[in-house]
Antibody, heavy 118, light 106 residues
Framework: QVQLVQSGAEVKKPGASVKVSCKASGYTFTSYGISWVRQAPGQGLEWMGWLSAYNGNTNYAQKLQGRVTMTTDTSTSTAYMELRSLTSDDTAVYYC???????????WGQGTMVTVSS | SYELTQPPSVSVSPGQTASITCSGDKLGDKYACWYQQKPGQSPVLVIYQDTKRPSGIPERFSGSNSGNTATLTISGTQAMDEADYYCQAWDTNTVVFGGGTKLTVL
């Protein structure tokens, strides 16, 4: 079946970086984009950006420009999201999702909890 | 920056119709979609391109979008529909989410 499986929970210190992976299966990876969305504890959804698995083009949320990098490895059908210079405000569950028509996301990963704490 | 506004909470009795609104400037000129999220779970797409239901989503979920408001309607609401609902739209290369609405089925 179509699914996205993300890497496990991370605990990082302020100022560090985190890299979350998202492995796709059950569909042609390069036919869809991957969106990244995060959700701070008890808060709503926040769009981080998306990338094309076909050509690697990216579109990042303005507030994260310069701190986030999204990449893919088409040989393993895996997408990655790296966030640098972490602060406590980056503590959240990070989701990857398959991007379909009109920027909707129809398949979501299980989420990766990233905790930033000294 | 573009904003989408949702009511924080909506209550409905089992079997009745629930309507959740999402307001934004000229939202009807854009495509809206809706997600359902239950506690501790990933979001689930229930409506995309204003009115379309993904495979596996019950027919009781429907959507509309006109003017400044998109609406998610749940007909014959069931206890299992109790969840947070988020609207989403795209504006100037940015995806925007509404703040979310907690649907309570009393």
């Amino acid at each position: 079946q179509v699914q996205l499986v993300q890497s496990g929970a991370e605990v990082k210190k302020p100022g560090a970086s985190v890299k979350v992976s998202c492995k796709a299966s059950g569909y042609t990876f390069t036919s869809y984009g991957i969106s990244w969305v995060r959700q701070a504890p008890g808060q709503g959804l926040e769009w981080m950006g998306w990338l094309s698995a076909y050509n690697g083009n990216t579109n990042y949320a303005q507030k994260l420009q310069g701190r986030v990098t999204m990449t893919t490895d088409t040989s393993t059908s895996t997408a990655y999201m790296e966030l640098r210079s972490l602060t406590s405000d980056d503590t959240a569950v990070y989701y990857c999702a398959r991007r379909i028509l009109a920027d909707a996301s129809d398949i979501w990963g299980q989420g990766t909890m990233v905790t930033v704490s000294s | 920056s573009y904003e989408l506004t949702q009511p924080p909470s909506v209550s409905v009795s089992p079997g009745q119709t629930a309507s959740i609104t999402c307001s934004g400037d000229k939202l009807g000129d854009k495509y809206a979609c809706w997600y359902q999220q239950k506690p501790g779970q990933s979001p689930v797409l229930v409506i995309y391109q204003d009115t379309k239901r993904p495979s596996g989503i019950p027919e009781r979920f429907s959507g509309s979008n006109s003017g400044n408001t998109a609406t998610l309607t749940i007909s014959g609401t069931q206890a299992m529909d109790e969840a947070d609902y988020y609207c989403q739209a795209w504006d100037t290369n940015t995806v925007v989410f509404g703040g979310g609405t907690k649907l309570t089925v009393l």
